[in-house]
């Protein structure tokens, strides 16, 4: 990725703009994220300029378009190969691992990323990263430079980084939280699968909640969504209404979450009868000793951003999407296993 960083990281340097494409997914966990660029906008239905650099991950099977082939713009593909002059292309190995394209092509987004923050330090630039809003810090920035139109610190004291640094990190980071959940949590996947396709023998419903950015699309749109019935749920975010539907008992809903715990869905699901698995940074004190209720820790950071720079003040490259979404694919995995072959 070094010589695709040092080409993108040469034209922002020069005033060209970072834009996000294809599948609007993948276009939601690349802007907008806790540690990820504050400059990087979605191209949406615009066409960019011929110093733009262009993110681009395509649906399954899909195409880019021909106005941004053309356009002159630098074009970074992760997922489907492109055979275009001047394309460079990550693949996302979706059909190796067993994952959705989607979360497979957020996962070399991010890892390029890294690489070009650090291909901008080896410029003397630093963009502006966020922060998230979950922290105290995370709106004030927002107001500080985001809504200000500023994308890069005038003065700063992070030294060059050297090209594949923050990218390992990355890797480093998130691979230590799946192996953590794998060794901690794995009892509770199991569990909760097994309540989801008990559920489903007997005529139940299953829902899975999901918030933020890669979701609920990941949910939605894919395989997991012709078993669950897919919603937003935004815990901790209480001005948000959440969705009205009617749970009976004997119904699991799952919610794949954030930081807080779904307080308002524990408490409507249990009062019906129905039991709840919930995936967020916070277990709810209240339901510690429900046996309807399972909480699976996601091991990530409360920053989300799991990786430091020296001399900068907040982490940079979020995990909270890729193991989120692992965790939904493998409760999913494991419930239709159940299914097909049950104990």
Known sequence: MKAAADAAAARLNKGGRLLAGGDPSAVGELCGRAGGLMMIKGMRDSTPQKDDVVLFAPSRNGAV?????????????????????????????????????????????WVFTGEL??????????????ESIGLYGGVPRIYQYEQKGIFWHDKHEVPPIAAGVLGHRFIDAVADMLRRVEAEERKNINRAAGWAAAAKRSGKQLFMYSMGHIFPAEVEKTAIGQLFKSGVWNSGFSYLKPPDDACNAGDVLIHIGYQHPPTEMLRRARHSGARVVYVDVLRDRDYVHDRGVIWIDPMWPWSDACVGIEGYDVP????????????????????????VTPS
């Open 117 to 130: 923050v650090a291909a901008l330090t080896r410029l003397g630039r630093m963009p502006v990263l966020y």
């Open 316 to 339: 940079a490259l979020a995990s909270s999407g890729i193991v989120n979404g692992a965790i939904a694919w493998e409760i999913y995995r494991v419930t239709q296993r159940s299914l």
């Open 65 to 109: 378009p021909r106005k941004v082939l053309d356009s002159g713009a630098l074009l970074i593909v992760f997922g489907n190969e492109i055979s275009s002059p001047g394309v460079l292309c990550f693949a996302n190995h979706a059909d190796e691992a067993g994952i959705s394209p989607t979360l497979a092509n957020v996962i070399p987004a």
